[in-house]
């Protein structure tokens, strides 16, 4: 039963619930276009290591010309090898980043919609957290305001997040979204988010701190292998 005397729920606890849907919703991608993914991370790697041994080549010449840092500069931004190399990453992450992104909005519009337009007024995430969407009559929003409410939330991810953060406002604390959709994101008067929830939201640095730490050591692997296969190097 929902509680009588709602709260607006502050940005933090909002972002905590999106963050678990959106844990379940890029697996839920991941997993529909597993195929295509593998076929764009050989394509990534191969692009990676390309790119790496187009580089390494440039800086042997030139440092092998004894010219200076600023002609080093010069000349791997002249390079055509260079480039080539880094056009063919930038299509290999396309390729890689654009479908994912593509299924992951489409699933949060039917994730999001649906859940919110329900009985429960709340996807898994909020409900984990203990949020819930009402509209601006405190009455549930019904699945055509849902879906419009998540519909508009792409306002707010091309306002680079400035929609968003426009539910740090009080008293109301309405997202961009929101206040198109006429709906509003509450809570039970002052609860905490709960210990599961806090832990999972202290969990996000530390991954994303430690994939950071793996793509670096990867990209230095690749550096040093392409360094190792020049003579004398």
């Known amino acids: 039963m929902s509680p009588r005397q709602p709260a607006p729920a502050p940005l933090l606890h909002r972002y905590t619930a999106w963050s678990l849907d959106a844990a379940v919703i890029l697996l839920v991608a991941v997993a529909l276009l597993h195929r295509q993914l593998a076929v764009a991370l050989d394509a990534s790697a191969e692009a990676i290591d390309m790119l790496a041994e187009a580089m390494v080549a440039a800086m042997v010449r030139t440092i092998d010309s004894g010219a200076s840092p600023a002609a080093l500069l010069q000349a791997l931004l002249a390079d055509p090898a260079l480039h080539h190399a880094v056009t063919a990453l930038a299509l290999a992450v396309s390729a890689l980043t654009l479908p994912v992104m593509a299924v992951f909005a489409l699933v949060s519009l039917l994730w999001f919609g649906l859940f919110e337009g329900s009985r429960w007024r709340a996807t ?27 519909a508009a939330g792409v306002l707010s991810w091309l306002s680079f997040n400035i929609g968003h953060l426009m539910a740090a406002h009080a008293p109301r604390h309405q997202a961009l979204h929101d206040r198109i959709a006429g709906t509003r994101v509450v809570r039970d008067g002052a609860a905490p988010i709960p210990m599961p929830a806090r832990l999972w939201l202290a969990l996000q640095p530390a991954a994303c701190c430690l994939l950071l730490a793996l793509l670096m050591r ?8 392409a360094f190792g296969a020049i003579p004398g190097y």
Not at 124 to 150: F, H, M, N, T, Y
């Open 124 to 150: 898994p995430g909020k409900r984990a957290v203990g949020l819930w969407v009402i509209d601006d009559d405190a009455q549930p929003p019904g699945l055509v305001r849902a879906c419009l409410r998540q």
């Open 218 to 225: 990867y990209l230095d692997q690749r550096v040093s292998l």
